[in-house]
């Protein structure tokens, strides 16, 4: 018998306390974003010191079709619908580009598959800090 939304609705969430805490201890976790109500738009920038935003690349991770279902239904808007849903991207992991590599692998040995979703930018006035491509 296949799922249903209100069961994907009210699974139990993961924890992301093991790959935190690797991340730590490898030295390469410069910042943490658990993308909860307020989505990807309102989280994110509550990692990044003042002067910086984020540039999301959209096409880096396949958004679950659960999200899809929930957008058409409730005729969302674009901006809101990123706003409020994590589009399957539960946490946002922060590490220096020249890194990024010792951060995936050290993620990978705990048996995640992470997946690099953009780039941390200067934020440019009049700008939100975090903009989609």
Do not use: C, Q
């Amino acid at each position: 018998m296949g799922a249903t939304v209100a069961d994907a609705l009210l699974a139990v969430h993961r924890s992301y306390l093991k790959p935190i805490r690797a991340l730590l201890a490898a030295g390469v976790l410069r910042g943490a974003a658990h993308i909860t109500g307020g989505g990807i738009t309102e989280n994110t920038p509550r990692m990044l010191p003042k002067g910086l935003a984020v540039s999301i690349d959209t096409r880096a991770w396949r958004i679950p079709p659960l999200f899809e279902v929930l957008r058409a239904i409730g005729n969302i808007p674009l901006d809101d619908y990123r706003r409020t849903f994590n589009l399957g991207v539960g946490m946002i992991l922060a590490a220096p580009a020249r890194i990024a590599g010792k951060a995936a692998a050290t993620l990978e040995k705990l048996g995640e598959s992470p997946f690099r979703i953009g780039e941390v930018v200067a934020h440019k006035r009049g700008r939100p800090r975090v903009e989609y491509r």
